[in-house]
């Protein structure tokens, strides 16, 4: 939690007052002091007072190298810190000067009150003069009181800073004149604690300092001159410095010895160094405590910045957040200590505190030893908390034998006040043996913090009586107060707490008066004022705060602000420099203004720096050196810009700057304007127009809540205004702080007769909480009480006060400066008695059995155990355990394993021996003591646990008992083995049975924690166990239940489930059995219920009942409860959703009782389109009546409306005829029938009543409709037997003359037949339904009395579901499987009326469905629907099935193809598979030549084509059916067995002629056939066939081929050659059939498209595909529709 704003430390930014010069003028002066002469004039007289009143006061004096730190001032401390005395130096100056003798002298009466008067000579600091005589007289009225209250503890230096010269005076200089001035800042040391009685002193000593400093700062009446003075003057200065410099110089030696004493002392305590490290002026001590006793240790810590202590056990930091209820750590006013509750054996430890700050740490140590006592002693003595130890308790370094007994009689106990009463603690201290020469010290602390007198507090010791007195009681003072008796190194101590109640009010109704004001961060013309909000608020809500503020020394106070703020923190600028104020806070609600405050202590309007000197001693004492000072000139310097600008604190009412004074300033003083824009503009308005800003902070009002404002400040001097800071960023008006939320977990337990404890938790989120109120109620009073009236910081607090019998609720709420959060939930009621029994006497419980190891590693093991059969009248709280080592079977000694109880039923015993041998045995503790120890355990050897499986669950007990069931509950084992707990086991079995006789009671693993087991035989014992699982299996069983009976037992009682006459739903539970200390322990799903948010627990005598706040989804579960010192009488009842439902509709009825409803509001149309509205009630009485309601509306019985009650049947109606646009709206119908009502409302807007006018208007319509011919049955479809959809209607009053026609997507459907109607049915039939067939098919009936249609659609889901039907019929009609042999493979087929594609086809082989490959694979020709298996083998034997799924049924077809079947198939498919190859395989050319080529003489011919076959074809040519070879002009060739080229370079007409290419293999061979035309020059045209650059015509060729084995009737080949450039004679075929021909100039560019071209021919073979067709019973063409 970071510290609030004001509370942060600042830096010092003026150093000048450590200026080097004047550091080493002090060196310099200190080595030549015997040797300078003396400069001084003074009195014998007046020094010889100065000395014995320096001797009477006992006060330190001023040591050379002290008081050579004048940037900081001296300091002089008495030894006890109660005077201050200050030495006086006169001065000569001058020959001129000595003839007014400004001689020193202190009489008697003035130095009695140590107060000094300066007296200067010269005229040139006269003003000077009158404002030090001023300043003395009023620091010496002041030193009366030496308890001015610090007001802050970091301060900024002055920024009028002067710098010292050097000026050393030598012996020929001694005589010489000279003017200086000597800046002497006086000053004094104040107390922290106490107040200054005579306030008007605050005034002048703040006045008189700023004075000084302004006189210095500016010059005025101060001069150095450098002029030569007359000779006259020399003369009378020498003669005066020789007269006096003997007698001078032996009274500096006697003053320099007196200093020399005390030099040590002040090099501790000097404050003018401002970093300084460490030091511990009271060390912690160490202890030696009785076990359950609690130790403080104390210690005090010096040091700047405040040093920060931390506390260690053992060298290890002490975390207070990891065991709130040990250890208890504060840290208040330079005093800190470490708190330990209730030691123990593990307390034993050297305790260290450390305390560090940035120039250092240190450390200081103590020790704490804890023992236990073993004689007889009261109990009560270890737990009386305020009430003091015997002798044999008392705490001493050396053990139990303390040198004096110190006892408290007739002690003071709890006291209540009210404000403004006198309140008095007294305590008569006895102590034996009794020393006169050795007296007590009495110290008194509030909250653990020392009280000092004050004129609030008064203290008195007699010598016997010890007695504090609270003058004039305030909020404030309330606390626990402790007194403390201390005789040397021993003190007792002995506490109660005072409780102060707010004075009554002078106007009724108003709140209580804010406490604790404070006045942070003060400055010259601003200081910040908190308070703390009051726990009374008068019954209305605090509405803000008045701050008012008087000037010290007048009695006039002014308010502060104009209108209330919220925030509990107020910045108040505008004050005056130099003077002190004081403060109080008012709080206001809407009925009044409350009493004022208790004022705040003064507070200066000082600079940081100017409080600091204050507060010191007096910064120039005289110590034989002269530092002069001269201004050095500063016209000219405009200040810097300020640096660090912050916004440190933002609330709704305002925001407070805070900055760095620039280093660029020069020594005039300097003052700042503000200014201020809105966030993302540049538009800067200056706020301080009128009042000028002297000090480094601002606080900035009148801004927009809820906007963003930046920020900058600029210096100003006389030489002008400075450049703005940087810019803040972007600030929010808003509070930063938020108001905290409720605390949670409110607990209240029994204390005494009188009190009671209440503990909480703090609520999430919490910043800079002040504390906590706390408010208690008796319990059905309604009025809450506060029980503090000053804010509790602990979440921990005793209400005193209470009366004894009554039962109280309590509440909490949270406070800071933000405000007071919402009040806590209220607690569970708790009847005021005393903790221990409530008065009863109990016995120590019974011994713990059946000790188990829970879980073993090397050096600890982890030991469970069976709570005691008697638990002695109360509640066991807590249990003891014992170890002791077995070697070799021999026991060894008994050892305690824990000092402090523990609570659970299983303990970890640590620092054990691997592989040691250890017995146990545990002991249990109640209110009454401690019982008798267990038997002791069998031997358990201590080794590491490395199984996989988890150890044993532990605490498996028995609740709910009945005669065939009961609950067992069981904790997590401690060992968990390798891998989590997935899971548990329950076993058992009858408790006389044998081991193997366990049997398992879940065969999954559970993963609650509960199990209940039914299945019981009444009257038989059982023994239960359960077992761990995680992955690597189940574990240990855990130990053995006691044996259990089946029976419910006589008076046992469930839970019942209530709903009260106002609907509050409650599970309550009733036992007869119980003792004065049951309790009733509520859980859900077996798990204590923790949040109270859900359930209010309500227990008198012996009921409880917890009722439900508010019954949700949250609330379902199993609630049990368990009353504790019973013979497990328990019951659970389990809440599930149906549960739930039925209790909250029962709730529902119970508040609003009703007339039941049979059935709620409801419309109807009735046959002529008339709207009925109704409802029936289960019953009525003669009186009921009925409220008909329209749009809040009442409507009655009339022409519109037809109303009607019957109280017979219970039945309202109300009939409208007709419902038109402005019925739109809600109609309710109200029943009353006695105190019981109802009402059904029946909302009919938008589509709703759109959709029922239509339903009526259309139910008019049919009405008339039906007077006509017309549908009695719409337009329907079915599918008939052949697969054939017809389209069907029913009618009815028809006549000769009525028509019907039908229309398909408005297009009519000529019909030839004519319908006769005979039988009222109508049909059209659609014969091979498809989609094609889909739409809207309409069917008209008219004639003479009208027409009425009927209209179908058959799209979308209308037509799916068709076609489903469809399907349907088409699956029935399929054949039986057949088998069909293929070159293939072997070929499944079945035949159907016809196919359509929503039909699908799946195949199963051998019971696994067939995925489809390249290998297997279905399909359809025309109505056959095959299964192709191609390249069969026997893996494809067996049963096939084909499934025809219409949408919703499959149909199977089912065909054996095994053994003789697969036989006959498999012969048949590799005959024809052998003439396949032959076929596929046979030479043929796939790029075919052309079969003409004309070409001009002398161009170059290339025709190329590609040939395929298996094996490789033989290639041959022929030219006029004679064999060709390839010569120079005609090249022929054949590559890679693919392609065939032939080429002639010069075409002549002798090449003329029919070429052959042939090709053969041994499946065959093929010729093609190509004729070449040579056209002679002379015979060249100009185009062919308009081509005019490559004369060369070709003409589609024929191609004949000639097969070993050819079947004409198989498949057509289809060659598809690549050619790049065809010219046609004829035609222009298709470019893509023809291989390329190339001519001359193209040869390249044709040899690369046929290499990209080469092997890209194809064979396509098609297969013919089902042709579809719709064929209509005496369908004709369409013709649209009229």
Excluded at 2 to 12: K, V
Excluded at 778 to 786: A, H, I, N, T, Y
Excluded at 1569 to 1589: A, E, Y
């Amino acid at each position: 939690m970071s510290l609030p704003f004001y509370q942060r430390h600042h830096e010092h930014y003026d150093r000048a007052y450590r200026h080097k010069a004047l550091q080493s003028t002090v060196s310099q002066y200190q080595k030549e002091a015997k040797s300078r002469s003396a400069v001084y004039a003074q009195g014998s007289t007046a020094y010889a007072r100065r000395s014995a009143a320096y001797r009477h006061a006992s006060a330190a004096d001023f040591s050379l190298e002290s008081s050579a730190a004048y940037s900081h001032g001296s300091s002089a401390y008495d030894l006890d810190s109660t005077a201050y005395s200050y030495g006086s130096t006169a001065y000569d100056h001058s020959a001129a000067q000595s003839k007014r003798s400004a001689a020193y002298s202190l009489d008697s009466e003035s130095l009695s009150k140590r107060s000094a008067a300066y007296s200067h000579g010269s005229e040139s600091i006269n003003k000077l003069a009158a404002a030090y005589r001023l300043g003395s007289e009023t620091y010496s009225l002041g030193l009366k009181d030496a308890n001015l209250m610090i007001e802050d503890q970091s301060y900024k230096m002055s920024p009028k800073a002067k710098r010292a010269k050097q000026n050393l005076i030598s012996e020929d200089k001694e005589n010489e004149a000279m003017d200086y001035s000597v800046p002497i800042f006086t000053g004094r040391e104040t107390s922290i604690s106490g107040i200054t009685d005579t306030e008007e002193e605050r005034i002048k000593e703040s006045a008189a300092y700023v004075a000084k400093r302004n006189l210095f700062a500016t010059g005025e009446g101060v001069s150095v001159s450098k002029v030569a003075k007359s000779t006259s003057e020399e003369a009378h200065h020498e003669k005066k410095s020789r007269k006096v410099a003997i007698r001078e110089s032996a009274e500096r030696v006697a003053l320099k010895k007196t200093l020399e004493e005390t030099q040590a002392f002040h090099k501790k305590l000097n404050q003018d160094k401002l970093l300084h490290p460490p030091e511990f002026v009271i060390e912690p001590r160490s202890h030696t405590v009785w076990e359950k006793q609690n130790v403080k240790f104390h210690c005090s810590v010096a040091g700047w910045p405040a040093p920060r202590v931390t506390w260690y056990k053992n060298n290890v930091p002490i975390d207070v957040q990891a065991h709130p209820d040990k250890y208890i750590i504060e840290s208040r006013y330079g005093l800190h200590s470490l708190e330990i509750s209730e030691c123990d054996f593990d307390d034993i430890a050297q305790y260290r505190a450390s305390a560090m700050n940035v120039k250092g740490e240190i450390s200081a140590y103590a020790s704490l030893v804890v023992k236990r006592y073993k004689g007889e002693i009261d109990a009560s003595l270890l737990y009386a908390g305020t009430v003091c130890m015997p002798l044999g308790f008392g705490v001493t370094p050396h053990g139990y034998a303390s040198r004096f007994e110190i006892k408290f009689v007739d002690a003071f106990d709890v006291a209540f006040g009210r404000e403004g009463e006198t309140m008095s603690l007294g305590c008569t201290v006895v102590i034996s043996p009794d020393i006169k020469r050795f007296k007590p010290d009495i110290e008194w602390y509030r909250n653990g913090v020392l009280i000092t007198p004050s004129k609030w507090v008064q203290m008195q010791w007699s010598g016997e009586r010890a007695a504090l007195t609270l003058t004039h009681a305030n909020k404030e003072d309330e606390g626990l107060y402790t007194l403390r008796v201390v005789m040397g190194d021993y003190y007792e101590e002995y506490s109660s707490y005072v409780f102060v109640r707010d004075a009554d009010a002078e106007i009724p109704g108003a709140p209580g008066a804010p406490l604790d004001v404070r006045c942070l961060d003060a400055n010259k013309d601003y200081v910040i004022v908190s308070w703390k909000q009051p726990a009374v608020d008068g019954g209305n809500p605090i509405l803000g705060y008045f701050i008012d503020r008087c000037e010290v020394g007048t009695t006039h106070w002014t308010q502060c602000n104009e209108t209330p703020v919220k925030f509990a923190r107020f910045p108040v600028t505008g004050l005056i420099e130099g003077r002190s104020y004081i403060f109080r806070v008012r709080a206001v609600n809407k009925a009044g203004i409350s009493l004022p405050s208790r004022v705040s202590e003064p507070v200066a309007a000082l600079d940081p720096s100017d409080r600091a000197r204050l507060r010191s001693h007096p910064s120039a004492p005289w110590t034989g050196q002269i530092i002069v000072t001269e201004e050095e000139p500063a016209e000219g310097v405009v200040p810097g810009p300020p640096t660090d600008l912050q916004v440190i604190e933002a609330t709704k009412n305002y925001v407070v700057l805070s900055w760095k004074p620039p280093g660029q300033r020069g020594h005039e003083g300097i003052m700042y304007f503000v200014e201020k824009c809105v966030a993302g503009t540049e538009d800067w308005q200056r706020v301080n127009t009128e009042i000028p800003v002297k000090s480094p902070r601002f606080a900035v009002f009148d801004l927009a809540e809820g906007k963003s404002y930046c920020f900058r400040v600029r210096c100003c001097n006389s030489a002008g205004i400075g450049e703005p800071s940087e810019a803040t960023e972007a600030t929010v008006v808003d509070d930063k702080l938020d108001i905290p939320k409720a605390p949670g977990r409110i607990m209240p337990t029994r204390n005494t007769d009188t009190s009671v404890v209440v503990t909480w938790t703090e609520p999430p989120d919490a910043k800079e909480l002040v504390g906590y109120y706390i408010e208690s109620s008796v319990v059905g009073s309604g009025c809450w009480e506060p029980c503090n009236n000053n804010p509790v910081k602990d979440t921990r607090f005793i209400c005193h006060g209470l009366i004894n019998g009554e039962k109280y609720i309590f509440r909490v709420r949270a406070v800071n400066a933000a405000g007071l959060s919402e009040f806590s939930q209220d607690s569970e009621p708790i009847e005021v008695q005393a903790a221990i029994g409530g008065g009863l006497l109990h016995a120590a419980p019974s011994p713990p059995y059946d000790i188990m190891v829970l879980e073993s590693v090397r050096d600890s093991m982890v030991l469970g155990w069976k709570q005691p059969k008697v638990t002695g009248g109360t509640e066991v709280t807590g249990y003891y355990v014992n170890y002791r080592e077995v070697i070799d079977g021999v026991p060894g000694k008994w050892m305690e394993a824990n000092i402090k109880a523990v609570t659970e039923r299983a303990y970890r015993i640590q620092d054990l021996k691997e592989n040691m041998v250890y017995q146990f045995q545990v002991a249990a503790a109640n209110l009454a003591g401690v019982g008798t120890p267990s038997l002791p355990s069998q031997p358990f050897k201590c080794e590491e646990w490395t199984i996989a499986v988890p150890g044993p669950p532990h605490d498996v007990t028995c609740t709910e008992v009945r005669k065939d069931s009961l609950v067992l509950l069981w904790k997590e084992p401690v060992y968990t083995g390798r891998s989590p707990i997935s899971g548990y086991y329950v076993d058992m079995k009858e408790t006389e049975a044998k081991e193997e006789r366990w049997r398992s009671v879940n065969e999954k693993p559970l993963q609650k924690k509960f199990l209940k087991i039914g299945d019981l035989k009444e009257g038989v014992s059982y023994v239960f166990r359960v077992r761990a699982a995680n992955q690597a299996g189940v574990g240990k069983p855990s130990d053995v239940t006691d044996p259990v009976i089946a029976e419910t037992r006589p008076g046992t009682k469930e839970v019942v489930v209530d709903v009260d006459d106002n609907g509050v739903i409650s599970l309550n539970f009733e036992c007869d059995q119980i003792s004065p200390n049951s309790k009733f322990v509520w859980s859900k799903n077996y798990e204590p219920i923790e949040d109270d948010s859900r359930l209010n627990i309500d227990t008198k005598g012996g009921k409880s009942k917890a009722t439900f706040k508010d019954l949700g989804e949250d609330d379902l579960g199993i609630y049990s409860c368990i009353v504790t010192d019973t013979d497990g009488v328990s019951s659970s009842h389990t809440i599930d959703e149906e549960e739930m439902k039925r209790l909250l509709a029962l709730s529902h009825e119970r508040k609003f009782p009703t007339v039941p409803l049979a059935s709620e509001l409801a419309v109807e149309i009735l046959e002529k389109g008339e709207v009925r509205f109704w409802l029936q009630a289960e019953k009525l009485s003669g009186n009921a009546k009925a409220n008909f309601v329209f749009n809040d509306k009442e409507i009655f019985n009339g022409e519109k409306y037809k109303m009607k009650v019957d109280q017979k049947t219970g039945l309202v109606e109300m009939i409208m005829d007709k419902l038109e646009d402005k019925d739109e709206g809600t109609y309710t119908f109200q029943l009353q029938d006695g105190k019981a009502t109802n009402q059904s409302s029946l909302v009919l807007i938008g589509d709703v009543f759109k959709k029922l006018q239509d339903e009526a208007d259309f139910q008019r319509k049919e009405w008339h409709r039906k007077q006509g011919p017309h549908f009695v049955d719409k337009l329907g479809w079915e599918v008939t037997d052949e697969c054939n959809v017809m389209l069907k209607c029913k009618v009815a009053n028809i006549k000769k003359e009525t028509h019907i026609v039908w229309y398909k997507d408005d297009r009519q459907i000529m019909v030839d037949e004519e319908h006769d109607f005979k039988d009222g049915v109508c049909t059209l039939l659609i014969s091979e339904f498809s989609k094609k067939d889909a739409g809207t098919y309409e069917v008209i009936l008219k004639d003479d009395r009208g027409k009425d249609s009927s209209e179908l659609k058959l799209n979308d889901t209308a037509f799916a579901d068709l076609m489903n039907e469809v399907c349907r019929k088409i699956a029935l009609s399929a054949t039986d499987l057949k088998i069909q042999s293929t070159a293939e493979g072997i070929r499944l087929y079945s035949y159907v009326n016809y196919y359509v594609e929503d039909l699908r086809v799946g195949w199963v082989h051998n019971d696994t469905q067939i995925r489809f490959t390249d290998r297997v694979k279905t399909g359809v020709t025309g109505e056959q629907i095959w299964l192709q298996i191609n390249e069969p083998t026997p893996q494809d034997k067996g049963k096939y099935i084909m499934e025809l799924f219409d949408g919703k049924t499959a149909h199977k077809k089912t065909v054996d193809l095994s053994g003789q079947a697969f036989d006959e198939a498999f012969a048949e498919f590799q005959r024809l598979k052998q003439a396949a190859i032959a076929e596929k395989n046979r030479a043929r050319v796939l790029g075919g030549l052309p079969d003409v080529v004309t070409i001009q003489e002398g161009k170059a011919l290339n025709l190329s084509c590609t040939v395929w076959g298996d094996p490789t074809p033989e290639v041959s040519w022929l030219k006029n059916e004679k064999s060709f070879v390839s010569d120079a002009n005609c090249i022929l060739k054949y590559e890679s067995g693919k392609k065939v080229s032939f080429t002639i370079s010069t075409v002549s007409t002798l090449d003329s002629g029919k070429y052959s290419l042939v090709v053969k293999n041994k499946y065959g061979t093929e010729t093609s056939d190509v004729t070449v035309i040579v056209i002679s020059v002379s015979g060249q045209t100009d185009t062919v066939q308009g081509h005019n650059q490559n004369n060369l015509t070709v003409s589609k060729k024929k191609k004949t081929m000639t097969a070993s084995k050819r079947n004409d009737a198989e498949k057509k080949d289809f060659i598809k050659p690549q050619v790049e450039e065809i010219i046609a004679t004829e035609e222009t075929p298709d470019p893509n059939e023809f291989p390329p021909v190339e001519t001359e100039k193209d040869t390249k560019s044709n040899q690369l498209a046929a290499k990209k071209t080469d092997g890209k021919a194809t064979v396509a073979e098609m297969v013919s595909q089902p042709t579809e067709s719709m064929d209509r019973q005496g369908k004709k063409p369409l013709e649209k529709k009229p």
